[in-house]
Structure formats: C-alpha cells, structure tokens
C-alpha cells in the first residue's frame, strides 16, 4: 500500500528553527509537496522537489532524498503566524497526489 | 499566484436536502479540477477528479449518485451533495490545475464547512 508518515504534532519557539520529517513509500514518484495549512482554511502551496537536495525558499527550505523516501521541510526564524499544520504529499506514478496525516506545529512565544 | 474560489464558504441545512458548492478558477482556465473531503484532524481525503466537458473520475469508496460533479467550463466546477445526512458534514475543497496533465501544483480555494443538521 502506499503510505506517507510525519510527526503528528510539533512544539517550537519563535525564533528558533524547525524541521519537520516525512517519509513515504509510494507506488512511483514524480515529486513531493509540502503545503501549509491553518485551522479552518485550505491548502497554500510552500514547495516542490522532485529531484534530490535542497531547495531554500526565504525561511523555508525542503530537502528529498529519493533513495531514503524522505523529505523534510525547514522553517527557520519562527514566527507566531507558522503555527498551522504541514502537509507532506507524494504524487505517484499516476499523478495522482498521496497526502500524509499533517503535522501540526505549535509555536510558543 | 493563481486564484481560486469556493461558494459558498459555510453552509448549513437540514437533513435530506441537497447542496451545491461552486468552485471557480479566476484568472486562469483550469482543465482539470479535484474536489477533497477533510474531516477534522484528518488528511484531506480525494473525492474525484474531473476534467472539462467529460464525467468525473471518482475515487473507491465515493458514491457517485451522491456527490455530483460538473465540470461545465474551463472555470467552473460543481459538487452537489444530493440527500445529505450529518455524516456528509465535513470541510470540502476544491483545487484546480491550469494544464491538462500538469499536475505539479494545485491551486486551492478556501473550502466550504457543510454542517448537515
């Protein structure tokens, strides 16, 4: 079966930085997605990899590693408004989108 | 970034009524647009995806009688939820993709909370 794993729930403070893991095994691979998403509201888009390495976008970076099935998703310099929860999502070889459970980062004054 | 938006963005009704939520693609002709479920602490759940002028691709488990989709124009697509019982509430999303096969990024509306009484 295809499965995506991440942290159900992470604490940081503001300032500091945060990484949040998602591994996945899935039937094919043509990219990873990380969005963001707060209470009540849908989706924002935050990355895409689909080859290996990282790739910094302002505080964000997400890094892939295609041989391990891992990605992860870094926010440096926290602020009070990155408290949402994080989506990692596989597409697989049929495009379609896999979509792990969420992390759900607090962020503490 | 590409817009989307969803009408209406709460709405309440009574058992046994159906509801129609509108998803529209603004500044840009969407061919493909995939409609989700998200039950709360949940992961968003896909419920079908629909291209332009042609019928849905609905997704195991979803009852196609029951949640109709139109995808009638290149801007707009419909999800009737036909008879709907409290354990249709939920928060549904629509996403739509500029491209045919170009499924590197969705752009999401807001979503529309459905509370069925």
């Known amino acids: 079966g295809q499965n995506i794993d991440q942290p159900t729930e992470m604490t940081a403070t503001e300032g500091a930085i945060v990484q949040i893991n998602c591994t996945y095994q899935?039937?094919?691979?043509?990219?990873l997605f990380w969005y963001q998403q707060h209470a009540g509201e849908a989706p924002t888009f935050l990355s895409y990899n689909v080859l290996d390495g990282l790739e910094e976008k302002g505080r964000f970076s997400s890094f892939l590693s295609r041989s391990k099935g891992y990605s992860y998703l870094l926010l440096k310099e926290l602020q009070m408004k990155d408290s949402a929860s994080y989506l990692c999502a596989v597409l697989d070889s049929n495009y379609q989108l896999i979509w792990g459970a969420g992390t759900k980062l607090i962020i503490k004054p | 970034g590409a817009v989307v938006s969803q009408h209406p963005s709460r709405v309440i009704c009574k058992s046994g009524t159906s509801v129609k939520i509108e998803c529209r693609s603004l500044?840009?002709?969407?061919?493909?647009m995939f409609w989700y479920r998200q039950f709360p602490k949940q992961s968003l759940m896909l419920m079908a995806t629909?291209?332009?002028?042609?019928?849905?691709?609905?997704e195991q488990g979803v009852e196609k009688d029951k949640f109709l989709i139109n995808h009638a124009s290149l801007t707009l697509s419909t999800l009737t939820v036909t008879s709907a019982h409290p354990e249709d509430s939920s928060f549904y999303i629509c996403?739509?993709?500029?491209?045919?096969?170009?499924?590197?990024?969705?752009?999401f509306g807001p979503g529309t909370r459905l509370t069925v009484l």
């Open positions: 629909s291209n332009e002028g042609s019928k849905a691709t609905y």
């Open positions: 500044d840009f002709q969407a061919t493909t």
């Open positions: 899935t039937s094919g691979f043509n990219g």
């Open positions: 996403s739509a993709a500029e491209l045919a096969g170009d499924y590197n990024e969705q752009f």
